[in-house]
């Protein structure tokens, strides 16, 4: 019993030297504790990437810097994603300045639904277009949710475009010219809408490109 009793001072200091020494530690780990963000690579693309010698566009080649912005902002990509993208550059050979791509998820004609997302590139402009009526389906009213990146909404109001000079229309639509001069500036999650029927609008991307989910009543290829 002696023994015992001789030994548990010890015990009691080990034990508390070592809480002690748990405690003047904590203050140490936590930097360690704190997870970094990778350092991402900025997003840049060039337009003769998007074309060969003979000036033919290259579909395959635009889709890599779409999906390569997409992993940029964290896109899913979602098993055959690639293969739905459908894209445009108007017939201009400007992809990198202007043109389009999305992937349309639903456009229900019978009961007048749709959704889709659309990708721009860097600075990209969606150019300038208006919907009518047709095959039976109303005028196409839409709205615009800004899930990545940044976008220039364009359309009819008070002309702003003094506001934003970093919007440059590019030379190859309409000579550098565009009918609708007011724009809205759309960050990631906020939403813009059409803001009257049949009326032209058009968007450009920030420097970081725009991933856009839109949604609208019905969209008609011929309207």
């Known amino acids: 019993m002696k023994k015992l009793l001789l030994l548990s001072p010890f015990v009691f200091v080990f034990l508390f030297t070592n809480c002690a020494d748990t405690t003047e530690k904590d203050p140490r780990l936590a930097p360690s504790s704190v997870i970094e963000r990778e350092v991402k ?20 080649k635009a889709k890599d810097a779409l999906l390569e912005m997409l992993a940029y902002h964290d896109y899913p990509i979602f098993e055959g994603l690639r293969e739905k993208i459908w894209l445009t550059d108007y017939n201009k050979g400007n992809y990198a300045e202007l043109g389009l791509a999305s992937v349309m998820f639903v456009n229900n004609e019978e009961d007048q639904y749709m959704l889709m997302d659309i990708f721009l590139l860097p600075n990209q402009m969606l150019g300038e277009h208006m919907h ?15 899930r990545h990146g940044k976008s220039y909404i364009a359309g009819v109001g008070e002309d702003n475009r003094d506001q934003f000079p970093q919007v440059v229309i590019p030379k190859a639509h309409w000579d550098g010219k565009v009918s609708t001069h007011h724009i809205i500036e759309a960050n990631e999650g906020e939403f813009a809408s059409l803001a009257e029927a049949e009326s032209p609008h058009w968007q450009m991307a920030g420097p970081k490109g725009a991933v856009i989910t839109e949604v609208g009543n019905v969209h008609t290829n011929k309207g």
């Open 41 to 60: 690579k900025e997003l840049s693309f060039t337009n003769e990437q998007f074309y060969d010698a003979e000036g033919n566009f290259l579909e395959e």
């Open 132 to 146: 009518f009526a047709a095959e039976g389906n109303p005028v196409k009213m839409e709205g615009w949710l800004l």
